[in-house]
């Protein structure tokens, strides 16, 4: 296997991880996107929890991917006692058409 990729079921090819952090606060997120060497390779930015917050992020990761066509986006927040409901929910939906995954992590493993 090549170093900092990895093999999907997607038609069986390596693939370049990227990894999204997605700070969540009370009326918006900030997101940082790296690469496997923990570098970022976008600057940060910062959406509104709005619907066109939410479409501005769907946009952006279509964008980053269209870019990086041979990667798999994995994205991670915080549990934030229901802040990151909304930004969760957006982010599953998004895998349905786009290369990414998402999780909800549980603050007492996160640093």
Same mark, same amino acid.
């Given at each position: 296997?090549i170093?900092?990729?990895?093999?999907?079921e997607?038609g069986?090819?390596?693939?370049?991880?990227?990894?999204?952090?997605?700070?969540?606060?009370?009326?918006?997120?900030?997101f940082m996107?790296?690469?496997?060497?923990?570098?970022?390779v976008?600057?940060?930015?910062q959406?509104d929890?709005?619907?066109e917050? /939410?479409?501005?992020l769907?946009?952006?990761?279509?964008?980053?991917l269209?870019e /990086?066509?041979?990667?798999?986006?994995?994205?991670?927040m !915080?549990?934030?006692g229901?802040? !990151?409901?909304?930004?969760y929910?957006?982010?599953?939906?998004?895998q349905?058409c786009?290369?990414?995954?998402?999780?909800r992590?549980n603050p007492l493993?996160v640093?």
């Amino acid at each position: 296997m090549i170093p900092g990729s990895i093999f999907t079921e997607k038609g069986g090819f390596t693939m370049k991880p990227f990894y999204m952090g997605i700070d969540v606060s009370k009326g918006y997120a900030d997101f940082m996107i790296i690469n496997a060497k923990k570098k970022p390779v976008i600057k940060s930015f910062q959406l509104d929890d709005t619907f066109e917050g /939410h479409q501005a992020l769907y946009n952006i990761i279509g964008r980053f991917l269209s870019e /990086h066509p041979d990667s798999m986006l994995f994205s991670g927040m !915080e549990s934030t006692g229901g802040y !990151e409901n909304n930004w969760y929910n957006s982010m599953v939906a998004f895998q349905s058409c786009l290369d990414i995954q998402t999780a909800r992590l549980n603050p007492l493993g996160v640093k």
